[in-house]
């Protein structure tokens, strides 16, 4: 049974950066994996994915301003956040595509 953990979540300004990081356990197998956010009062929604080849595709809300990367030797999977605006505060969510599988989420809050 696989599990995600995420975290680097936290307090940013708008402009600034975080790196937020999902870890995975139990599988030695390698997946498409994604990330989601759900700010209050919303429904979840898809923010990146990248396959186990590396290639990646975005939200249109976050292109050029967000990274999906992974290290499969250590199974983790990367979300690097530059140019944050307040409407990018939200839970964000790693998702192992193959296992349908969730993490437990990381907030982000960007606020001044």
């Known amino acids: 049974q696989v599990q995600l953990v995420e975290s680097g979540g936290g307090l940013v300004q708008p402009g600034g950066s975080l790196r937020l990081s999902c870890a995975a356990s139990g599988s030695s197998t390698i997946s498409v994996m994604g990330w989601y956010r759900q700010a209050p009062g919303t429904e979840r929604e898809w923010v990146a994915y990248?396959?186990?080849?590396?290639?990646?595709k975005y939200a249109d809300f976050v292109k050029g301003r967000f990274t999906i990367s992974r290290d499969n030797g250590k199974n983790i999977v990367y979300l690097q956040m530059n140019n944050v605006k307040p409407e990018d505060t939200a839970v964000y969510y790693c998702k192992d595509y193959q296992r349908d599988t969730w993490g437990q989420g990381t907030q982000v809050t960007v606020s001044s």
């Open positions: 990248i396959t186990s080849g590396g290639t990646t």
